[in-house]
């Protein structure tokens, strides 16, 4: 489950949220966001790619109950987890890259390793 942050959003709209930056995320490899949602999307991102890990069939299934799109979750499968088969934990990179100009809040990088 995520941290603490609610991030101005319900349950709902919250969980919602991080759903599609976790599946957006994944299919791109990086993604330029506040650093409060980076922070948020990390540990589920990389939940998933441990999923992907698993392999079997049960762990499909609980990554395509998170992640919105198939395709994401068969490269999660196909391509992340083998990449990431050595490594445990730590797949992921949050960056900060300054202030956004519009509202001044605090902008991070969120990557995968290489």
Request: charged fraction near 30%.
């Amino acid at each position: 489950m995520p941290g603490t942050r609610k991030l101005g959003k319900t349950t709902d709209q919250r969980m919602a949220m991080l759903r599609q930056q976790v599946t957006d995320f994944l299919d791109n490899g990086k993604m330029e966001t506040t650093l409060t949602r980076a922070k948020e999307i990390q540990p589920l991102a990389e939940k998933m790619i441990t999923l992907g890990k698993a392999g079997d069939l049960a762990a499909y299934r609980q990554a395509m109950s998170f992640i919105t799109r198939e395709d994401v979750c068969k490269k999660i499968f196909k391509e992340l987890a083998p990449k990431y088969a050595d490594r445990n934990g730590g797949y992921t990179r949050v960056v900060r890259t300054g202030v956004r100009r519009g509202d001044a809040a605090e902008t991070a990088q969120i990557s995968l390793v290489d």
